[in-house]
């Protein structure tokens, strides 16, 4: 699959623990964006990252942080988990950042269930 | 601060009939949008875009700066077209994604 790649597909944890979601991007693509699908606040933009650079932030909290690795992949992290961090997590990427809009591939998401 | 607006969370058509899915945004610069939708089972995958004036899979949307509306119309519906439908607004700074809560479309036989 040249798509987006999302791993895992689905986690389970407990209030407090730490969780790491990874995210593959088509290939040739630079960035990364993280977005989080709730029942509550639908689909929010998280944070992007080009090239191994944070390039945007939205509502994302302090206790989530992201990071790109040279090969292009991106890891979310999120630590002290509450609750109301049970969402569909997805992982886009796009060709290029530079002013322009391109399209964003979206990955099938991380399910993320804290109890 | 911009937001994208879907006021109908169901849309329930019969197969053949014309369908109109809404969406209203606020931005104060000069927007993008975009319809997205999700398939059942499927991943969020593009639909349309306005700066492209298509026409996907018999749909169209045409930004309306006056009304500040992008609605998604397809004049005769397809038991295929069922999906989740989501409107979202790039706000030309960060290339990040502004989606409304989304329509859910249901084409009944």
């Known amino acids: 699959d040249s798509g987006v790649t999302q791993t895992p597909k689905h986690l389970i944890t407990a209030t407090g623990q730490r969780v790491t979601l990874r995210c593959s991007p088509r290939?040739?693509?630079?960035?990364v964006y993280w977005y989080q699908q709730s029942l509550d606040q639908g689909l929010q933009f998280l944070i992007q990252y080009y090239n191994g650079e944070e390039r945007a932030k939205g509502n994302i909290l302090e206790r989530f942080s992201a990071q790109q690795f040279p090969d292009l992949h991106s890891e979310l992290n999120l630590s002290s988990l509450e609750l109301g961090d049970s969402a569909l997590y997805f992982c886009?990427?796009?060709?290029?950042?530079?002013?322009?809009?391109?399209?964003?591939?979206f990955g099938p998401g991380t399910r993320l269930t804290v109890t | 601060a911009q937001r994208v607006t879907q006021p109908e969370k169901l849309l329930s058509v019969f197969k053949g009939a014309p369908v109109e899915l809404k969406c209203n945004y606020s931005?104060?610069?000069?927007?993008?949008l975009f319809w997205y939708v999700q398939y059942s089972r499927q991943r969020l995958q593009l639909l349309l875009r306005?700066?492209s004036r298509e026409s996907i899979k018999g749909f169209t949307a045409d930004l309306n700066k006056g009304e500040t509306s992008f609605h998604l119309k397809k004049p005769f519906a397809q038991e295929e077209d069922s999906a989740m439908y989501y409107c979202?607004?790039?706000?030309?700074?960060?290339?990040?994604?502004?989606f409304g809560g989304g329509t859910r479309l249901m084409v009944k036989p």
């Open positions: 886009a990427s796009s060709p290029l950042f530079s002013g322009q809009t391109y399209e964003q591939y």
């Open positions: 290939s040739g693509d630079l960035s």
């Open positions: 979202a607004l790039n706000n030309n700074a960060g290339n990040m994604l502004t």
């Open positions: 931005y104060s610069g000069s927007p993008e």
């Open positions: 306005h700066i």
